[in-house]
Antibody
Framework: EVHLIQSGAEVKKPGATVKISCKVS????????IHWVQQAPGKGLKWIGL????????LYAEKFQGRVTITADTSTDTAYMELTSLRSEDTAMYYC??????????????WGQGTLVTVSS | EIVLTQSPDCQSVTPKEKVTITCRAS??????LHWYQQKPDQSPKLLIK???QSFSGVPSRFSGSGSGTDFTLTINSLEAEDAATYYC?????????FGQGTKVEIK
């Protein structure tokens, strides 16, 4: 059975950096892309970017480019999303997700439980 | 960036009624349009992929149609458990984007 288990909630001060993890199980980690999606409180979904765990190649949304780094550790089957220079607008739930098909444009069909990041002074 | 506009923003529906949610793309996206359901405090769940393909395990009352710029999610005979927010999502071109969501409430 496929599982994506994310790290716990974080509280950060403005200007800080947060790094969230997403440990997968139930499939071969390097076979499929991992996506990250942001959801601010009471708001919609925003795609942040993705990583190909096989070779570490990434794609980022322009809105997050320069502040976000998505990586994959094949030794632990874990993906990471690091967001720097945090501001209040980054307060959100962050999800990792994957599509179990080898097509970059396939819609994610398995999602983590989400990690709440709160940015507050 | 492709903008997806859903309508309505909110819909209050009686059980067993039919629900129709539309999603309009700011430019043609072929059939690279997908639908998600999200209930409070839960992760999104994939319902429909590539405009009309039902995802495994999704009840048959959910269906999708459309291509190009105009798409529809239909829920036939709404059940109480369908109370949720529904999002369309395009993967035709980067950055991938989502609609603003349609909240379906049960009367």
């Amino acid at each position: 059975e496929v599982h994506l288990i994310q790290s716990g909630a974080e509280v950060k001060k403005p200007g800080a950096t947060v790094k969230i993890s997403c440990k997968v199980s139930g499939y071969t980690f390097t076979d499929y892309y991992i996506h990250w999606v942001q959801q601010a409180p009471g708001k919609g979904l925003k795609w942040i970017g993705l990583v190909d765990p096989e070779d570490g190649e990434t794609l980022y949304a322009e809105k997050f480019q320069g502040r976000v780094t998505i990586t994959a550790d094949t030794s632990t089957d874990t993906a990471y999303m690091e967001l720097t220079s945090l501001r209040s607008e980054d307060t959100a739930m962050y999800y990792c997700a994957t599509a179990l098909v080898v097509v970059v444009a396939a819609p994610p069909d398995y999602w983590g439980q989400g990690t709440l990041v709160t940015v507050s002074s | 960036e492709i903008v997806l506009t859903q309508s309505p923003d909110c819909q209050s529906v009686t059980p067993k009624e039919k629900v129709t949610i539309t999603c309009r793309a700011s430019q043609s996206i072929g059939s690279s349009l997908h639908w998600y359901q999200q209930k409070p405090d839960q992760s999104p769940k994939l319902l429909i992929k590539y405009a009309s393909q039902s995802f495994s395990g999704v009840p048959s009352r959910f269906s999708g149609s459309g291509s190009g710029t105009d798409f529809t999610l239909t829920i036939n005979s709404l059940e109480a458990e369908d109370a949720a927010t529904y999002y369309c999502h395009q993967s035709s071109s980067l950055p991938w984007t989502f609609g603003q969501g349609t909240k379906v409430e049960i009367k």
